[in-house]
């Protein structure tokens, strides 16, 4: 992870970037850690928009420039993590709940590298994880379940927290679903099912990133 995350820094942050969007999860934290270096020794000029409240803590933490999507609508490049990426770079994200947010920093950014090491690097999906995390609200949890396990088969567990009573909330205010699907039924073409996925009304956000990520660094 630390490997990861620093090289994903060294590589793809230069002189000229002004804006770093910041992903969320336990490898990021490596990646945030460079990036303080390289500000401090290199003086660079950077500004970090968060996709979480995690990923907003670790920014003031070691001292870089907070900003968001209003003062910097465009990003240059974003560094996140991910649950599981195939070799056609198609990711599951939403581990940690935050896929909602991530999503909409990685798709205004010119660049969009993931950390994959080599525990979450495989050919298909489903090799390294097994569900997709589902952003749904919470007065459509049930019927939004039901739908998805009659359209695309598999089943829908409601994510429940373990340090509150109750399920997850994420930091939109959402409930997770996380969507088992039913790996024996053969090969998916994830962008048809996250397009299916998102023409449910109540479904916010899903954790399939599709055609969106440019690099990855293992």
Same mark, same amino acid.
């Given at each position: 992870?630390?490997?990861?995350?620093?090289?994903?820094?060294?590589?793809?942050?230069?002189?000229?970037t002004?804006?770093?969007?910041?992903?969320?999860?336990s490898?990021?934290?490596?990646?945030?850690?460079?990036?303080?270096?390289?500000?401090?020794e290199?003086?660079?000029?950077?500004?970090?928009?968060?996709?979480?409240?995690?990923?907003r803590?670790?920014?003031?933490s070691?001292g870089l420039?907070?900003?968001?999507?209003?003062?910097?609508?465009r990003?240059?490049?974003?560094i996140?993590?991910?649950?599981? $990426? #195939?070799? &056609?770079?198609?990711?599951?994200?939403? +581990?940690?709940?935050?896929?909602?947010?991530?999503?909409? =920093?990685? *798709?205004y950014?010119?660049?969009f590298?993931?950390? $994959? #090491?080599? &525990?979450?690097d495989?050919?298909?999906? +489903?090799?390294?994880?097994?569900?997709?995390p589902?952003? =749904?609200? *919470?007065l459509?949890?049930?019927?939004?379940?039901?739908?998805?396990?009659?359209?695309l088969?598999?089943?829908?567990?409601v994510?429940?927290?373990k340090?509150?009573?109750?399920?997850?909330?994420?930091?939109?205010?959402?409930?997770?679903v996380?969507?088992?699907?039913?790996?024996?039924?053969?090969?998916?073409d994830?962008?048809?099912?996250?397009?299916?996925?998102?023409a449910?009304?109540?479904?916010?956000?899903?954790g399939l990133?599709?055609d969106?990520?440019?690099?990855?660094s293992?």
């Amino acid at each position: 992870k630390s490997l990861a995350g620093r090289a994903a820094v060294d590589n793809h942050v230069t002189g000229q970037t002004r804006v770093v969007g910041v992903g969320s999860g336990s490898t990021i934290v490596y990646a945030v850690k460079r990036l303080a270096e390289r500000v401090k020794e290199e003086g660079l000029q950077i500004r970090c928009i968060p996709t979480s409240f995690q990923a907003r803590q670790l920014i003031h933490s070691h001292g870089l420039v907070l900003s968001d999507l209003e003062s910097d609508p465009r990003i240059d490049v974003t560094i996140d993590g991910c649950d599981e $990426a #195939d070799s &056609r770079l198609t990711l599951i994200k939403g +581990g940690g709940g935050c896929q909602t947010q991530e999503k909409v =920093v990685a *798709a205004y950014s010119d660049q969009f590298v993931v950390i $994959a #090491d080599y &525990r979450k690097d495989s050919t298909t999906l +489903g090799q390294a994880w097994d569900y997709v995390p589902l952003e =749904v609200l *919470a007065l459509a949890y049930k019927p939004v379940m039901a739908r998805v396990e009659k359209e695309l088969g598999g089943h829908c567990k409601v994510r429940m927290a373990k340090a509150k009573a109750g399920p997850v909330v994420t930091d939109n205010g959402g409930m997770l679903v996380d969507w088992y699907w039913d790996r024996e039924a053969g090969a998916r073409d994830w962008g048809e099912v996250d397009s299916l996925l998102h023409a449910m009304p109540g479904l916010l956000e899903t954790g399939l990133f599709v055609d969106m990520a440019d690099r990855k660094s293992v």
